[in-house]
């Protein structure tokens, strides 16, 4: 059975840095699409940035410049570095790993970020 754990989230304060790791228990991780999401309270779940099978990444706007999407394909884990953190990217944050029709999602883990 595929599972994805993620881990790394917490609190910081804001302008904080946070690593977030996604660990998939999953055969060809490396043919997969991986992404992170997140969703804060009372908001629609929304893309943060993704990486394809090949390394080419995408980021949302709100991501860009602050945010860094990798992955280790031997070590079957992703990553997303957070940097220069504001209260608006609290929210839990969900790995997605995606491939045609198959599609698996992690439990999340919660970034807090307080003044």
């Known amino acids: 059975q595929v599972r994805l754990v993620e881990s790394g989230g917490g609190w910081v304060q804001p302008g904080g840095s946070l690593r977030l790791s996604c660990a998939a228990s999953?055969?060809?991780?490396?043919?997969?699409?991986l992404a992170w999401y997140r969703q804060a309270p009372g908001k629609q779940r929304e893309l943060v940035a993704s990486?394809?099978?090949?390394?080419?990444?995408n980021y949302a706007d709100s991501a860009k410049g602050r945010f860094t999407i990798s992955r280790d394909n031997a070590k079957n884990t992703g990553y997303l570095q957070l940097n220069s953190l504001n209260p608006e990217d609290t929210a839990v944050y969900y790995c997605?790993?995606?491939?045609?029709?198959?599609?698996?999602w992690g439990q999340g883990t919660q970034v807090t970020v307080y003044s």
């Open positions: 990486i394809t099978s090949e390394g080419i990444t």
């Open positions: 997605n790993l995606g491939f045609s029709v198959i599609d698996y």
């Open positions: 999953v055969g060809s991780f490396g043919a997969y699409a």
